[in-house]
């Protein structure tokens, strides 16, 4: 089945480049040029992944992403910028988005880029259908995509779910954040790990109790993050 790439994007020449790249590497690609053309667009064309550009006409990226997950549409989002500043691009991942890229950029990294992406969200995890991940108070089923924290349903991302996923799948290892952008971004290049960190301190904020002085996801300085086995001895001694 062909993939769908909706490009938002009001440069017209940008707009070309990545729709002929796109259609180059074998996907179906539609464009528009302005934040609420994107709503009226969605129903008909059903987007795999969306290359979102933050400065646009009508409604900019930021609003675009945000209206998006607020509707429960959690179709995947790169987003395109010109602006270099770290809290820019960090508005971006605050909003929703999976993944971005500051303009120039290679449209060959931006395939690799959404290949990734489509990769993490259609492979299936190889468990039992009825298998559910436990640790501390936290339980995972990863056919149903769901989590719970003590018995009650953790709304998170597909990506955010992604990388719990992966932390318990290694809990008590320490993870450097290169490691977490292979294994739960599917990066095989140096990425920026600030990625990382962004979508750890959103995990954080649905799953401790006290984000600052975290229970389940520690921090180990100066080397990246481990999903902890003081929780499950917790759980343990309150058994």
Not at 88 to 113: C, H, V, W
Not at 208 to 224: D, F, K, L, Q, S
């Amino acid at each position: 089945m062909t993939r769908k790439i909706l490009v938002v994007d009001d440069e017209p020449s940008i707009s070309m480049l990545i729709e002929f790249n796109l259609k180059l590497a074998g996907f179906d690609v539609q464009c528009v040029a302005d934040g609420e053309a994107v709503f009226r667009v969605l129903p008909s064309f059903r987007p795999d992944v969306l290359v979102l550009d933050l400065m646009l006409p009508k409604m900019n990226g930021l609003e675009v992403c945000r209206r998006l997950r607020e509707e429960g549409n959690m179709v995947p989002v790169v987003m395109l910028t010109a602006l270099q500043e770290l809290p820019d691009r960090i508005a971006g991942l605050d909003n929703g988005a999976d993944d971005y890229m500051t303009k120039p950029f290679s449209p060959q990294e931006l395939i690799s880029r959404i290949r990734a992406i489509l990769r993490r969200t259609t492979a299936l995890p190889a468990l039992q259908a009825d298998e559910t991940l436990v640790h501390g108070g936290l339980a995972v089923k990863p056919e149903q995509r769901e989590a719970t924290l003590d018995g009650q349903p953790v709304d998170l991302t597909p990506k955010e779910f992604e990388l719990l996923l992966f932390l318990i799948k290694h809990r008590g290892k320490v993870l450097s954040r290169q490691q977490l952008l292979q294994g739960v971004w599917d990066y095989h290049f140096l990425g920026d790990t600030r990625i990382v960190d962004v979508h750890i301190s959103h995990l954080r904020d649905k799953i401790e109790a006290n984000p600052r002085n975290p229970e389940y996801i520690v921090t180990v300085r100066n080397v990246g993050y481990k999903l902890s086995d003081a929780a499950d001895k917790q759980a343990a001694s309150n058994g």
